[in-house]
């Protein structure tokens, strides 16, 4: 997981992103902290919904949301929305197989999020498995797309968690996504 949410943070530098609660805005936050990452802490299913309304906002910024397999069972409802709207947002599930998180519980299976986000009305989706079909993928700038990334359980610890508070998160977020 830390070695696909790397890869995606080199992929997009300059993009604005919303991560799902959890390990994986631990890992963001351990990985890539920067003024430009919105952390949701505590907040399970609120990624996708949250970064349209990023994208909204800033019309003129790409968003990237960082979900997990089992924050994205949890809001199939937003995908609809986010295509209507068309943002420039890459909308990146990762997919562990597990709530890592909160001990490894099997979430509920989502059997295909690429044919999910496609029939809702994304412009793209695509899944990968490795670092180089992930560098392979070129997302159409400008329009709403998924990028379903299968990976391993860490097995490892997350890392520390994210020492900002959510005032200051939303201030320097703010500030950055302005910009």
Known sequence: MQDAIRAITEKFPTSLYVSTCGFITRDLYNTADRPENFYLVGSMGMAAPVGLGVALARPGRQVVVLDGDGSFAMNPGALPMIAE??????????????????????????????????????????????????????????????????????GAHAGKRVEWTPQQLVERFRAAAAA
Do not use: F, K, M
């Open 85 to 154: 709207h068309g943002p420039d947002l890459v909308h990146v599930v990762l997919d562990n197989g597990v709530h890592e998180s909160t001990g490894g519980q099997r979430p509920v299976r989502v059997a295909d999020p690429v044919g999910l986000a496609l029939a809702a009305g994304y412009s793209a989706a695509y899944t990968v498995a490795s670092a180089q079909e992930l560098a392979a993928v070129r997302p159409e700038p400008g329009v709403p797309s998924l990028l379903h990334i299968r990976c391993a359980p860490r």
